[in-house]
Protein backbone atom coordinates (compact mmCIF):
# COMPACT_ATOMS: atom_id res chain seq x y z
CA UNK A 1 0.00 0.00 0.00
CA UNK A 2 1.45 3.14 -1.11
CA UNK A 3 1.79 5.92 1.89
CA UNK A 4 -1.12 8.05 -0.36
CA UNK A 5 -3.47 5.11 -0.40
CA UNK A 6 -2.66 4.67 3.36
CA UNK A 7 -3.67 8.49 4.47
CA UNK A 8 -6.86 8.02 2.26
CA UNK A 9 -7.76 4.46 3.94
CA UNK A 10 -7.31 6.64 7.79
CA UNK A 11 -9.17 9.19 6.28
CA UNK A 12 -12.16 6.64 5.09
CA UNK A 13 -11.90 4.92 8.56
CA UNK A 14 -12.34 7.73 10.32
CA UNK A 15 -15.58 8.84 8.36
CA UNK A 16 -17.16 5.47 8.63
CA UNK A 17 -16.10 5.22 12.29
CA UNK A 18 -18.23 8.42 12.74
CA UNK A 19 -21.07 6.76 10.53
CA UNK A 20 -21.22 3.65 12.87
CA UNK A 21 -21.49 5.94 16.20
CA UNK A 22 -24.79 7.91 14.45
CA UNK A 23 -25.53 4.60 13.11
CA UNK A 24 -25.76 2.78 16.55
CA UNK A 25 -27.30 5.39 18.72
CA UNK A 26 -30.35 5.65 16.19
CA UNK A 27 -30.70 2.33 14.35
CA UNK A 28 -32.21 -0.54 16.41
CA UNK A 29 -29.57 -3.89 15.39
CA UNK A 30 -27.09 -2.16 13.67
CA UNK A 31 -23.84 -3.68 14.76
CA UNK A 32 -20.89 -2.66 12.97
CA UNK A 33 -19.65 -1.25 9.54
CA UNK A 34 -16.88 -2.52 7.23
CA UNK A 35 -15.43 -1.16 4.25
CA UNK A 36 -12.90 -2.88 1.01
CA UNK A 37 -11.71 -0.69 -1.45
CA UNK A 38 -9.36 -0.89 -4.49
CA UNK A 39 -7.01 2.29 -4.33
CA UNK A 40 -6.79 2.69 -8.02
CA UNK A 41 -10.21 3.24 -8.11
CA UNK A 42 -11.71 4.47 -5.17
CA UNK A 43 -15.03 6.30 -6.09
CA UNK A 44 -16.07 3.05 -7.93
CA UNK A 45 -14.40 0.08 -5.99
CA UNK A 46 -14.95 1.47 -2.18
CA UNK A 47 -18.04 -0.86 -1.18
CA UNK A 48 -19.59 -0.49 2.61
CA UNK A 49 -21.47 -3.23 4.37
CA UNK A 50 -23.39 -2.43 7.26
CA UNK A 51 -24.24 -5.31 9.44
CA UNK A 52 -26.84 -5.76 12.12
CA UNK A 53 -27.41 -8.56 14.25
CA UNK A 54 -30.25 -10.44 13.16
CA UNK A 55 -32.12 -11.06 9.34
CA UNK A 56 -35.92 -9.60 11.43
CA UNK A 57 -33.46 -6.35 12.35
CA UNK A 58 -32.70 -5.66 9.00
CA UNK A 59 -35.59 -6.42 7.54
CA UNK A 60 -37.40 -3.84 9.81
CA UNK A 61 -34.50 -1.26 9.06
CA UNK A 62 -34.94 -1.75 5.39
CA UNK A 63 -38.94 -1.40 5.44
CA UNK A 64 -38.65 1.84 7.43
CA UNK A 65 -39.51 5.48 6.22
CA UNK A 66 -35.71 5.44 7.32
CA UNK A 67 -34.03 3.26 4.99
CA UNK A 68 -32.59 5.59 3.66
CA UNK A 69 -30.61 7.12 6.76
CA UNK A 70 -26.75 4.79 6.03
CA UNK A 71 -27.16 5.24 2.48
CA UNK A 72 -27.38 9.27 3.20
CA UNK A 73 -25.09 9.48 6.06
CA UNK A 74 -22.20 7.20 4.46
CA UNK A 75 -22.45 9.03 1.28
CA UNK A 76 -22.28 12.57 3.74
CA UNK A 77 -18.80 11.86 5.74
CA UNK A 78 -17.38 10.58 2.65
CA UNK A 79 -18.06 13.92 0.75
CA UNK A 80 -17.08 15.93 4.06
CA UNK A 81 -13.64 14.06 3.38
CA UNK A 82 -13.70 14.57 -0.96
CA UNK A 83 -15.33 11.39 -1.66
CA UNK A 84 -18.18 11.04 -4.17
CA UNK A 85 -19.03 7.33 -4.61
CA UNK A 86 -20.59 6.81 -8.13
CA UNK A 87 -23.42 4.27 -6.98
CA UNK A 88 -24.02 5.18 -3.34
CA UNK A 89 -27.21 2.45 -3.48
CA UNK A 90 -24.27 -0.26 -5.02
CA UNK A 91 -21.62 0.65 -3.19
CA UNK A 92 -23.59 0.13 0.23
CA UNK A 93 -25.00 -3.32 1.17
CA UNK A 94 -26.74 -4.34 4.44
CA UNK A 95 -25.78 -7.56 5.98
CA UNK A 96 -26.25 -9.54 9.09
CA UNK A 97 -24.33 -11.59 11.73
CA UNK A 98 -27.34 -14.21 11.41
CA UNK A 99 -27.01 -14.60 7.31
CA UNK A 100 -23.04 -14.90 7.84
CA UNK A 101 -23.56 -17.39 10.71
CA UNK A 102 -25.82 -19.36 8.01
CA UNK A 103 -23.76 -19.61 5.11
CA UNK A 104 -20.13 -19.02 6.65
CA UNK A 105 -19.86 -20.71 10.01
CA UNK A 106 -19.98 -16.63 10.97
CA UNK A 107 -16.48 -15.99 8.43
CA UNK A 108 -16.60 -12.64 7.57
CA UNK A 109 -13.69 -12.49 5.50
CA UNK A 110 -14.74 -15.01 3.43
CA UNK A 111 -18.48 -13.23 3.77
CA UNK A 112 -16.90 -9.96 2.10
CA UNK A 113 -14.48 -11.75 -0.48
Given at each position: MRK???KLDNQIIKALTEVCHHALEDIDGFQWLTHTV???NVEQSLKVTCVFDNNSQLADYAKSHNKNYLLQLIASKLANIGLKL???NNQVELDSEESCWLYHAGNWQKRLS
Open positions: SDKNFDSNV
